[in-house]
């Protein structure tokens, strides 16, 4: 009927639906003094003004007033506390846990050229600007339905468009982070290699800048400008575009899957609406399942950077150098002086649902959030829209915004997504297969077409960690090997994507 996730915690979490009704016993020594519902805290012990509340056994913020123990410790309750400064936590050279090496596990993937390998095979039409997008989303509505009838071992075609590329400060130093978003999108192992770009021919973000060198060979260009002089009308237009994506079905349909590796996987993981349980079950399942992808070789990404930033000091000790420390601290900075260029601040985050679902404040949330990187070391840190290089456990620097991150999981290099929520979000991406976890079993009730795995079984006790955390690795590579669809793409249920752009537009 109530959680206690750390044995120093002076607050539980209320697991009982219904709540609990005043004057119920929890234990011979605690008694509900009003009624907290479900998902809320309760207070463990007579605590009086300014004591520390203990949650996972840290500091989540100090009482605002003297509350009994059995009462319903509410937001309001809680100061938000500082952050620590990021020059005061150290890194030091401890020895790491190396995690024991798991062999044998495979999924069937597209191999690509570049080694990369895809859980899809889909067709992406790359955009260099806003102004293309009607004519982009309308080809490809004609290639589903003229062409990819014919072409039957690919999965889906994709219009890769967004709101940048005119109207922007190009040259400005942040425009480089939608422009290598954009450029590294069409790169995503799901897309084959196979890059064609839609430009409209005066935008200042050139299309060339958005094609790899070494594509093709071919002689054909695989940019078209609609303003190209030689085009007649809207017409011509699509049937240059239809000719063009037919050469590269040709290429995507002849892709093959074969056994690879799990070390192949490249997984981003994400947490979306959370709730006071995603960091007691689904963020804990999600990081045991990373530990094993990293166990088997392969890299998995976390990111949210609102999201992590309290849990600072609980990171930066985890970074297998000083390098990938400072690395570490250089991104969080950057996204400390960008919430301050905007005049925001963390207390932006989170939500009124998270705060509905019980979580009282940023620094909660973030030390639940975390929980989803498992415990093996971070070897790298990748700034937003750049590529993961490394395997192994990678911070990718991404704003917390489920869209934004997603976005920039793609660009990174993802090939399968896990995506947690408490609350509830119908969040699907058309590119890469997205897990949905819930976090707690009344979501899974009420979305039982929506959500792929429910991971709210812990707090029932049929389940533990470490057996959700082993079904969500098979999933993974079952959903990797397209034996299995997930929710979202069985009800067709896809969200745009959503470029970063911290740069000046004009
Ligand atoms: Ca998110």
Redesign the pocket.
Known sequence: MIFITHAQDNVGIVTEVSGLQPAFSVSPDLQARELVPFGQKISLQDMHKGQPVIRYGQVIGYLTEDLEAGRWLQQTHIDLPEAPTLDSIAWKKTDLPELDPLAGYTFEGYRNRDGSVGTKNVLAITTSVQCVAGVTEYVVDRIKKDLLPGYTNVDDVVGLTHQYGCGVAINAPAAIVPIRTVKNLALNPNFGGEVMVLGLGCEKLRPERLVPQKQGGNGESDILYLQDESLDGFDGMVTEILAMAERHLEKLNSRKRETCPASDLVVGM???GSDVFSGITGNPVAGFASDLIVRAGGTVMFS?VT?VRDAAHLLIPRCRSEKVANRLKEELRWYDDYLIGGQADRSANPSPGNKRGGLSNVVEKALGSVVKSGSSPIVDVIAPGERVQKKGLNFVATP???FV?GTLQVAAGMNMHVFITGRGTPYGLSMVPVIKVSSNTPLKERWHDLVDLDAGRVITGEHTIESLGWELFELILDVASGHKKVACDKLGIHNDLALFNPGPLT
Request: aromatic letters at 0%; a negative charge.
């Open positions: 994400q947490c979306g949210e999201e917390a915004s489920d991150c």
